[in-house]
């Protein structure tokens, strides 16, 4: 079974996202290494029950918050997306010495994400 592994914030000005959240909730932020401008998002102590999250500009200027599903292996997890009905809109995408993503649609449009840990990607 896969869980979801963290939610996705995706804004078209996340500086301005990055100082609400700060302000209004006491999120940390930080900034990861890479070609994309992406930020993990902590939203508590690492005892507490919940999730962090992620922070990026979206693609096409719309707001948007989705889930990553964390999953073992994201070739075969697509495999089985598309076979139920579902499938890809941003392909599997390498994330340096960190893993795999992609973004899919379920059987009903709805967005999300699956990811997979590898440090060889």
């Known amino acids: 079974m896969s869980k979801v592994l963290r939610f996705e914030i ?7 996202a990055i100082e609400f959240y700060t302000n209004s909730f006491g999120w940390k932020f930080e900034k990861m290494p890479g ?3 992406y930020w993990f ?4 102590e690492s005892d507490r029950p919940g999730i962090d999250g992620g922070l990026m ?5 719309a707001t948007r918050t ?3 599903i964390e999953v073992p292996s994201i070739d075969e997890y697509i495999k089985r997306i598309i076979e139920n009905g579902g499938q890809v809109v941003v392909p599997k995408t390498a994330i340096p010495n960190m893993g795999y993503f992609a973004y899919c649609l ?3 449009g709805l967005l999300f994400g699956v990811s997979e840990a590898n440090t060889e990607a």
Do not use: A, C
């Open 10 to 16: 995706q804004v078209p000005n996340p500086e301005e």
């Open 35 to 37: 070609p994309q401008e």
């Open 41 to 44: 998002i902590i939203t508590g």
């Open 57 to 61: 500009k979206s693609p096409d200027g």
């Open 66 to 68: 989705t889930n990553s």
């Open 106 to 108: 379920d059987n009903q």
